[in-house]
């Protein structure tokens, strides 16, 4: 059975990374893999989502409404957005940092309230966390994706060692330790 | 030049840590996930290809990006697609394996040579990549460029995923020598951009085949063509039958109440929805299409169904050759397919899900903060001007707040069209009307356009938004950067000197992030009575050797939350509380905003040591 991670978020906040990161992990893993993003407009700024599709035999390169077992997002605003991809019994992680969109800046609409409680009355189960405040508190703000991956990681029963072995192998040699951090305290143990 | 250090890439808009460089060119034969469009380069590469000239357009720039890794491939960004192509030719016929890749639109650019070098045919294989855009990602159109190869009469590959890609890249090359001919791989936003498992092998080099003087075959002036001709229809022919039996097309037998003919991205829909619980035609040659491997699917199968984006041309053959089949009837020519929209169209089960019932704010891409094209586009949307747009980052001028475009078409289109704006209505629209245009659209097609108002004399104003750099496309060197590629030093166009040599006597310099100086030239320029070329010049302020300045800080006391500031749309600008807030971690302290601040409020702010 093909399991479905999506990761949605605003452009420029390293959700290329964070996929990258997982594909490797799955690959490495034996599974069969498949990663899709789309370049181009949608990243001045704009919503930007990546699907993950892993299991024996992966088809389609995209995830549907009504398929994802994760919902990773980097943005609360972005999270509610996608939330009719998830799949019953899914869940949602999800950065509770804000990003005003533009119609929101111009003050055309105000940023939406209380969108976790929302989507938790739906029946959907949710687990926030701030990552922004864990990633400072790591060595830098860009670490957002990692701790959102160590979150995450909870939710696989895959050994925290071959995620460690995953980021050593997908980022830079002088960023390594930083991510590692911020992977664990996302983490949580 | 993919030090330790240059890690820190940059793609499409945003940075992000990537070790692709580094990975490319280690040549290990692994299983791993691979883009689609990396995937390709690497089948061009173990292919022995030696040459490769493309212009960047998504959703294909990738593919050259990756080639131009390869220390064994020449590569290089060619000003527009068309001398792409035609160089592409030029190395074939020397003898050289070559390449040129494209987006759907840059196809109608290059379609010139396309369809003669059908008739001439190749002296070492050549590959033409073109990169479709069903969804409209990033492209002005839907277009379906699987008519070129049908009216081009050049075969077609259409690989379903990664693995398909780095393979056909692979095959399409002896395709191409075996039938003399150019053959085009036709990839798609989901094959492009998405990441599937292949399993590289090794570079197979190739001595260049010999390069012989023959002017009937190259030569295509009628005579010659005349007799190339019929060599295309025997040609096409031949490739019907190879068409039949050959290992891109393939039949998975499951249960036969429903057949489905379907290729590309489609197929992997149609395996999500169906499984085993239908019977499919993978069809991996989408030019020329088989006749007795359709006919003989069909007859094994109750009925059929042809699912294919966009246009019906598999639908359309199948019904040629009698068949009666389902397609068009329930599925749309507009959009991207899916799992869910295939399952649903064709009365399969479609997952249930939960809505929260309410209108989000939506997320749409905007202009960087301390984008140079915002000042300007400031300037244009206070002058009131007629602009005239193009294709690029700059196109974002016609969102709101600023709103100051009004027309987009294609690539140059923005120079030749006020042309004919202003000889339409004369003085009546030269002192209000501008044409804005990019720095690498200008080299692609805006300089005959520029030629055309210089020859034939219309007051126009063309404003050249020079940053540097091809931007939209995700950071791409072109013929006014100076750099190549491989992003060594390059021969570098110098604009002042193109457009006075083209007669322009009026040629003037701003820079984008001094508004005042902005609106004296635009009104100087719009008031003279002869054409005029403005060029805004000022780098992307994502590139890697852009300083940044310290954010900009609010003196709250001063601000009377008027929000002029707020007319920008800059997205490091909002309004809490009445009071204008800087975002320090988006902004870059370009002091545009400054400019419009009435009451000192926002202020240049402390260089952190």
């Not at chain 2, 998504?58 to 390869?70: G, I």
């Not at chain 2, 019932?357 to 749409?364: D, S």
């Not at chain 2, 804005?436 to 659209?441: F, P």
Request: charged letters at 25%.
């Amino acid at each position: 059975m093909t399991k479905n991670i999506m990761i949605v978020g605003v452009g420029g906040q390293g959700s290329l990374l964070a996929s990258k990161l997982i594909g490797h992990l799955l690959l490495s893993e034996g599974f069969d893999v498949k990663v899709s993003e789309v370049h181009g407009m949608s990243q001045r700024g704009g919503s930007v989502v990546t699907y993950v599709r892993y299991g024996e035999q992966v088809y389609s390169p995209i995830i549907d409404k009504g398929e994802a077992d994760f919902i990773v997002s980097f943005e609360k605003l972005e999270a509610a957005r996608y939330v009719e991809y998830l799949k019953e019994g899914g869940r949602i992680v999800v950065n509770t940092q804000e990003i005003d969109p533009m119609p929101v800046i111009t003050g055309a609409v105000s940023y939406p309230k209380d969108l976790i409680s929302k989507m938790e009355n739906l029946g959907i189960t949710v687990d926030a966390i701030d990552c922004l405040s864990l990633a400072e508190e790591a060595g830098s703000a860009k670490a957002v994706n990692l701790v959102l991956m160590g979150r995450l990681s909870n939710y696989f029963d895959i050994p925290v060692e071959r995620w460690e072995k995953a980021i050593e192998e997908c980022v830079p040699p002088k960023f390594v330790e930083m991510n590692k951090k911020a992977f664990l305290s996302g983490r949580g143990k | 030049m993919y030090s330790e250090e240059q890690v820190m890439e940059f793609d499409a808009g945003y940075l992000f840590l990537s070790y692709q460089a580094k990975e490319t060119r280690k040549d290990i034969h692994m299983k791993q996930l691979m883009l689609g469009n990396k995937a390709l380069a690497r089948g061009l590469y173990e292919a022995g290809c030696g040459v490769v000239s493309s212009y960047p357009g998504t959703p294909s720039t990738e593919v050259t990006e990756e080639a131009a890794k390869y220390e064994e491939i020449y590569c290089e960004w060619a000003p527009n697609e068309k001398v792409a192509m035609e160089t592409a030719f030029g190395a074939s016929l020397a003898g050289v394996r070559s390449f040129c890749g494209m987006k759907h639109v840059g196809l109608n650019v290059a379609a010139d040579p396309l369809f003669t070098c059908s008739y001439t045919g190749v002296n070492a294989g050549m590959v033409i990549c073109v990169a479709d855009d069903a969804g409209m990602h990033s492209s002005q159109n839907e277009q379906d460029s699987r008519h070129y190869a049908k009216s081009a009469k050049i075969p077609m590959l259409e690989p379903s995923d990664s693995g398909e890609a780095y393979a056909f890249a692979k095959a399409a090359f002896e395709l191409s020598e075996e039938f003399d001919t150019p053959v085009i791989i036709k990839m798609c936003t989901r094959v492009a951009h998405s990441q599937s498992i292949v399993e590289p092998g090794s570079r197979e080099e190739r001595e260049p085949k010999p390069y012989e003087k023959n002017i009937a075959k190259y030569v295509m002036m009628p005579a010659n063509a005349i007799g190339r001709h019929p060599v295309i229809e025997e040609r096409t022919r031949k490739l019907t039958e190879y068409a039949e039996n050959c290992r891109f097309n393939r039949v998975e037998m499951g249960d036969t109440r429903i057949g489905i003919i379907t290729s590309s991205t489609s197929y992997q829909y149609v395996k999500e929805v169906f499984g085993e619980n239908a019977s499919i035609l993978k069809l991996g040659m989408i030019y020329p299409l088989p006749k007795k491997l359709i006919l003989d699917f069909a007859s094994r199968v109750e009925k059929v169904v042809i699912v294919e984006e966009l246009d019906p041309i598999i639908e359309e053959h199948c019904k040629a050759l009698g068949l009666t089949v389902t397609g068009k009837d329930l599925l749309p020519m507009e959009g991207e397919y899916s799992q869910n929209l295939i399952a649903q169209k064709l009365g399969e089960k479609v997952p249930s899900y939960k809505s929260l019932g309410e209108n989000l704010p939506g997320r749409p891409p905007v202009m960087c903060a301390g984008c140079p094209h915002r000042g300007l586009f400031y300037i244009l949307s206070k002058k009131k001007c007629t602009v005239l747009g193009d294709i690029g980052c700059y196109t974002l001028g016609a969102v709101a707040p600023l709103s100051a475009m009004e027309m987009t078409l294609c690539m140059g289109a923005s120079i030749s069209s006020i042309h004919g704006f202003n000889k339409a209505l004369g003085e009546k629209s030269e002192g209000k009307t501008v044409a804005v245009i990019g720095d690498s659209t200008f080299m692609h097609s805006g300089m005959t356009g520029l030629a055309n108002i210089a020859y034939n004399q219309s007051n126009s104003t063309v404003i050249i938004l020079d940053n540097s750099i091809t931007g939209m496309t995700g950071h791409q060197q072109n013929p006014t950067t100076g750099y190549n590629i491989k992003g060594d030093p390059a021969g570098k166009i110098d604009l002042e000197s193109l457009c006075r040599a083209m007669g322009f006597r009026r040629v003037k310099v701003v820079d984008p992030y001094h508004l005042d100086e902005c609106e004296r030239v635009i009104g100087e320029e719009l008031e003279a009575k002869e054409p005029s070329v403005i060029i805004s010049r000022r780098p992307c302020a994502l590139l890697k050797y852009v300083k940044h300045e310290a954010p900009l800080t609010v003196k709250e006391e001063n601000c009377k939350g008027c929000k002029s500031c707020m007319r920008l749309g800059c997205p490091a600008i909002s309004i809490k509380n009445g009071k204008a807030v800087i975002d320090s971690t988006l902004c870059v302290g370009c002091k545009v905003c400054q400019q419009l601040c009435n009451f000192d409020a926002l202020q240049a702010g402390e260089v952190s040591a």
